[in-house]
């Protein structure tokens, strides 16, 4: 994304802020303002057409237009992604056949009709003789040119109505000067002239020649033709499920359909048409899986799936996905079909069949207890150079230094083991997040800021958004000294601006995550069986066995009441009950003494 930099005051009332193409400066007030690519113009879900998005950010403080111009940046970006997968998905669709072609002409035509009928009721009614002569010529003339005989004005005719029609269409494929966009234009012409003369002969002139065969058992009351057969492409299905997904369940979409959706795209085509797909194409698609490559995108990166398994084959490469993940991906498989049915594009899922679900779907394993640490792999967490002294909290975590460095991989593990918070919930704090009432320091686990800016903040559940005071070890270690020192950085509100957001998943913690793992390892000298987030269950068993009751639990944790299987009105309880309540949270065994504070960097020595 481009640099930004102050703007200087200038007399201009309209004014592009130096250094960001995006930011722009009306009187006082900043605006977001982006040129829409031309192709993709037709596809972008607005009202009407537009060639720019240009939107007040409401605010006359620069640092602050900064951030939320980043924010609608994002937004845009995702306005672009989808409106670029339906020119992607029209460019493989399937060119319609006659049938389509004809329910496409008789659907207009009896739009048409309607649209005749409305307006003879409202202008034509109370004409005069001379009105009425007058709208006789000019249909007269109208319908003179859907039936001329010369080739330029027919032809004219026959374009015009066709663009026209496309355009208010942008995803049938169609391109002007195709078989299918001539018989189209005609078909539309014919409609017209049908159309036309019908409006003469009510006005009381004899109409020359025969009613059009194609249009004439139709009319203002009549429905369509029942829709032909669906020609609906898979690359079409995929891309409208995985749209549908990302706005609907999970924005990690992308990730967890990934092998699903390219094995489907690969072994069927992407212009199968979802209505002949078979039971035995889908157990086609399922074997496939079974063939696929261990770690096959970052083995075999960038390759096609089948290539992979051409490869792996070649190179006697033994290691294929394993049963559970097969049946994860026919699972996934499953849910692409279900779609499909459920918004009427098949009668009847393909994926649907008592064989398949026996050969592909694994017997759900026995739901286990999720691993805690041990106690001698928590005090070796927190005894790692990263706490006591290393060479930097980057590349030398692991290694003895006399660097003690506070910034989110110190201070991240620490909070999720005192207040129970999920990972993903800490690793997107904003500094406004930390703040204090009655006394109290509390961690606001929203997404929304205090002016109700919209952020790239995400929560699990409504569940989720809840106010966690601050724990006593952590007021210790000097957390509120810290927050005060970020906040002197107005341009990063981020608490941890240096965790980067992961492209893959368009997650803060997934980076965390991964280093976490290799962390904990070197902490601990052995991969322990549990992992980040069995720091949160440490923080629910510690609750519970002091005594705190199980809505006061959840209340702090953020729990939904799924094991009691019904909805529950959370209580959001006053600060102080909470406070007392996180406060009585040890572990023992686990000794922190040796955590020296905060020290803001103007103190040290």
């Not at 709208?135 to 007269?140: T, W």
């Not at 492409?233 to 499920?241: A, G, I, V």
């Not at 506070?406 to 918070?421: D, Q, S, T």
Request: proline share 6%; aromatic share 8%; net charge positive.
């Amino acid at each position: 994304m481009a640099q930004y930099s102050d703007p200087k005051p200038s007399p201009k009332s309209y004014l592009p802020v130096p250094g960001h193409t995006h930011l722009e400066r009306r009187g006082a007030v900043y605006y977001f303002r982006v040129v829409v690519p031309p192709a993709l113009r037709p596809f972008v879900d607005m009202e009407k057409p537009i060639t720019e998005i240009r939107k007040s950010l409401r605010t006359k403080d620069f640092e602050k237009a900064k951030r939320l111009c980043q924010i609608e940046a994002v937004a845009f970006a995702g306005k672009m992604a989808e409106a670029r997968r339906k020119l992607d998905s029209k460019a493989n669709a399937v060119p319609p056949s006659d049938e389509e072609l004809y329910y496409l002409a008789t659907d207009w035509f009896v739009r048409l009709e309607r649209e005749e009928e409305k307006r003879r009721t409202a202008v034509l009614t109370d004409a005069d003789e001379a009105q009425t002569e007058q709208e006789i010529d000019s249909l007269i003339d109208e319908a003179a040119l859907y039936t001329a005989r010369e080739e330029h004005l027919s032809q004219s005719a026959l374009n015009g109505l066709a663009d026209a029609f496309l355009k208010s269409r942008p995803e049938l494929a169609i391109e002007a000067g195709s078989p299918a966009y001539r018989q189209l234009g005609a078909l539309l012409k014919r409609a017209k002239a049908e159309s036309l003369n019908r409006s003469i002969t009510r006005l009381g002139v004899r109409r020359t020649g025969r009613p059009d065969e194609a249009f004439e058992s139709f009319n203002a009351h009549s429905q369509p033709p029942a829709p032909p057969k669906n020609r609906t492409t898979l690359k079409q299905l995929t891309d409208e499920f995985m749209d549908y997904q990302a706005k609907n369940r999970s924005e990690n979409t992308p990730v967890t359909y990934a092998i699903t959706i390219r094995a489907l795209l690969e072994v069927l085509g992407e212009r199968k048409l979802i209505a002949e797909i078979t039971n035995a194409d889908i157990q086609r698609v399922a074997e496939t899986f079974r063939r696929v490559p261990a770690f096959v995108s970052q083995r075999y990166a960038g390759l096609p799936l089948l290539k992979a398994i051409e490869l792996a084959d070649a190179e006697d490469n033994t290691e294929r996905l394993s049963s559970q993940t097969v049946s994860k991906y026919f699972n996934n498989l499953c849910a692409v079909f279900n779609y499909a049915k459920d918004v009427g594009k098949i009668a009847e899922s393909p994926a649907k069949a008592k064989r398949l679900f026996e050969q592909f779907r694994a017997k759900r394993r026995k739901k286990t207890t999720r691993q805690l640490f041990t106690k001698d792999e928590l005090a070796s967490m927190f005894r790692a150079p990263l706490y006591t002294g290393c060479v930097d909290d980057e590349l030398g975590y692991a290694k003895p230094g006399s660097a003690l460095p506070r910034r989110g991989r110190f201070w991240v593990p620490l909070i999720a083991l005192f207040h129970g918070c999920r990972l993903g919930e800490i690793c997107q704090l904003y500094t406004e997040d930390v703040k204090e009432s009655e006394g109290i320091p509390y961690l606001a686990i929203r997404t929304q800021l205090d002016e109700e800016d919209e952020t790239d903040k995400r929560l699990k559940t409504e569940a989720s958004i809840r106010d966690v005071p601050l724990h006593p070890e952590l007021l210790r270690l000097g957390f509120m000294e810290f927050v005060a020192e970020r906040r002197k950085d107005k341009g990063k509100p981020r608490l941890f601006p240096e965790l980067k957001i992961a492209k893959s998943t368009k997650r803060y913690s997934t980076k965390f995550s991964r280093w976490f793992c290799r962390f904990i390892e070197h902490a601990s000298g052995h991969k322990p069986k549990a992992t980040f987030h069995s720091l949160r269950h440490h923080f629910r068993t510690e609750l519970s066995r002091a005594g705190v009751g199980i809505e006061l639990v959840d209340e702090i944790g953020g729990w939904a009441d799924e094991d009691r299987g019904m909805n529950r009105n959370y209580l959001h309880l006053a600060l102080k009950r909470t406070a007392e309540a996180i406060a009585k949270v040890s572990y023992e065994g686990l000794d922190l003494s040796h955590l020296k504070p905060f020290v803001p960097p103007q103190h040290r020595a």
